[in-house]
């Protein structure tokens, strides 16, 4: 086995004092002359951390689906000491010679984590964190992510001032304004929220009486869900009663989203009609309305919007946790909820939907590229449409797990 020791950078991420929080020393690198593996050795000192790794060659990075094969400890939260990371470079590196490369380590503190989370649900209290899409073992859009693994995306929303409902660039018709409030929103946390709309087999995974999906249903969006069911769902993967099939028990924080939380992570800042423009055959390739309602597709097969999240234009509606509440309902209720309010200056923070009402808000859908979802609060009873989960998990929640 040959070895060798290098310096590296290392990163902490989020506020000054977390420099000095957590530190990373002593690393070294060997390879495995025989079999190529490579061990990377370093000691965590100060706080735990979420750890990160790349490497880079001539001062370029070398980049993340190169390192998708490590394992160890890398990738989660870290606790202080000497820590070991295998490294397989020929399942995932061509260039397999390691002896040019500099290990570049990245912390990050559990109020700023990284990007993309992914939590086994077969596994208990498995949190796996990734820098980027790239950095994902298999890819995003690996089957294991839309089977018995619930992949995550973080939103950078916090502190983001932006239009919610209909806005100057849209092409809505003049009959639906009255269908979408429109005013300028805040909200203050980021979130993660899952890359695809809940599938059945991980329904099956948190909801021991769910039926086991057939292989060639397994990657499809779940069953056409009332609004209390589709709550229901998001319930399970938040409780830990013990009830589940498989031994992960759950994470308090896992919900629906907001109305907000969803069109925020769906329109991506855009000021169009779709995120992806504002024509509808822009949106074709993002969204799958061939199957109406009772006939979705897989999920995962069209492209992401920019956050990386699929379909939230087509394919399935997906229920949010708020009342339906019109514009001129809206309009009623501001002045007397906050004095101050003037429509179009003033910023509602976190905003929610009505205390009550008679129907929920769904968004997306299978002809949402058409109806204008991005600008519309589409809502119905439960009795006239069904839809799917969609989850959010916000980033102070899972702060409070790791």
């Not at 056409?224 to 229901?232: E, H, M, P």
Request: a neutral charge.
């Amino acid at each position: 086995m040959k070895r060798f020791y290098m310096m590296s950078f290392v990163w902490a991420a989020g506020a000054a004092a977390a420099f000095a929080a957590t530190a990373i020393s002593g690393i070294s690198v060997s390879q495995n002359a025989t079999n190529g593996v490579v061990t990377i050795e370093y000691t965590l000192a100060g706080d735990p951390a979420i750890v990160t790794l790349d490497f880079e060659t001539n001062g370029v990075p070398i980049g993340g689906a190169a390192v998708s094969s490590a394992v160890g400890d890398v990738n989660r939260r870290v606790a202080p000491g000497d820590r070991r990371i295998i490294w397989h470079p020929a399942r995932t590196w061509a260039d397999n010679d390691v002896s040019n490369l500099k290990p570049v380590f990245r912390t990050w503190t559990k109020d700023n984590p990284p990007d993309y989370l992914a939590i086994d649900l077969m596994i208990t209290n498995c949190f796996r964190f990734y820098a980027g899409a790239e950095y994902v073992p298999g890819g995003v859009t690996n089957d294991l992510y839309k089977t018995y693994v619930l992949l995550m995306r973080r939103i950078p929303a916090k502190d983001v001032v932006w239009t919610k409902g209909v806005n100057s660039n849209s092409t809505v018709g003049s009959s639906y304004y009255d269908k979408a409030p429109s005013f300028l929103a805040c909200l203050t946390n980021d979130y993660y929220e899952g890359l695809y709309t809940v599938t059945r087999m991980q329904r099956k995974c948190v909801y021991s009486s769910a039926s086991t999906p057939t292989s060639a249903d397994a990657r499809m969006p779940t069953p056409k869900l009332s609004w209390t069911d589709a709550n229901t769902l998001a319930g399970k993967f938040a409780a830990s009663d013990g009830r589940k099939r498989s031994c992960f028990i759950g994470i308090p924080g896992i919900r629906l989203p907001t109305n907000a939380e969803w069109e925020f992570a769906a329109r991506c800042g855009s000021p169009y009609t779709w995120y992806c423009g504002g024509k509808s055959s822009d949106a074709v390739e993002y969204s799958y309305t061939a199957g109406g309602w009772d006939n979705p597709q897989e999920v995962g097969l069209l492209k992401p919007n920019s956050f990386g999240l699929y379909d939230t234009l087509g394919n399935m509606g997906e229920w949010t946790l708020d009342w339906h509440e019109d514009a001129a309902a809206f309009n009623a209720r501001s002045p007397a909820t906050d004095p101050d309010y003037v429509a179009g200056t003033s910023v509602i923070t976190n905003p929610v939907g009505p205390a009550t009402g008679t129907e929920r808000v769904l968004r997306g859908g299978p002809t949402s590229w058409v109806w204008e979802s991005l600008d519309l609060n589409n809502s119905y009873g439960e009795a006239t449409v069904k839809g799917t989960t969609r989850l959010v998990l916000p980033v102070p929640a899972l702060a409070d797990l790791l």
